[in-house]
């Protein structure tokens, strides 16, 4: 079982930061990929950024340049740095990490979610 815990959401003005945290815990034995999606009222979840264990990163395009994915491999965890923040950033953004179990079973969880919203 893999547990995944999520904290930084909340209320910013417009151009303001947030960073985005991510832990995971539990029986894991390697972690491949994490990454961040977002919905908002509407619309489909969408990948907003992803890390690879090597390190190689994808964003969106509506956030290429203002967001930065990070990772802690030794702490199974999982940052995303928001800066220049626009209204259209607002919604529930999850945590989600693809890896393998200690019994070898591979698993993608996701996070309960964290509320990220950019108002005046």
């Known amino acids: 079982q893999v547990q995944l815990v999520e904290s930084g959401g909340g209320l910013v003005q417009p151009g303001g930061s947030l960073r985005l945290s991510c832990a995971a815990s539990?029986?894991?034995?390697?972690?491949?990929?994490m990454g961040w999606y977002r919905q908002a009222p509407g619309n489909q979840r969408e990948l907003v950024a992803s890390?690879?264990?090597?390190?190689?990163?994808d964003y969106a395009d509506a956030v290429q340049g203002r967001f930065t994915i990070s990772r802690d491999n030794a702490k199974n965890t999982v940052y995303m740095q928001m800066n220049s923040l626009k209204p259209e950033d607002t919604a529930v953004y999850y945590c989600?990490?693809?890896?393998?179990?200690?019994?070898?079973?591979?698993?993608?969880?996701w996070g309960q979610g964290t509320q990220v919203t950019v108002s005046s």
């Open positions: 539990g029986s894991i034995f390697a972690i491949y990929a």
């Open positions: 989600n990490v693809v890896g393998a179990t200690l019994t070898h079973v591979q698993f993608r969880s």
């Open positions: 890390m690879s264990s090597g390190g190689s990163t």
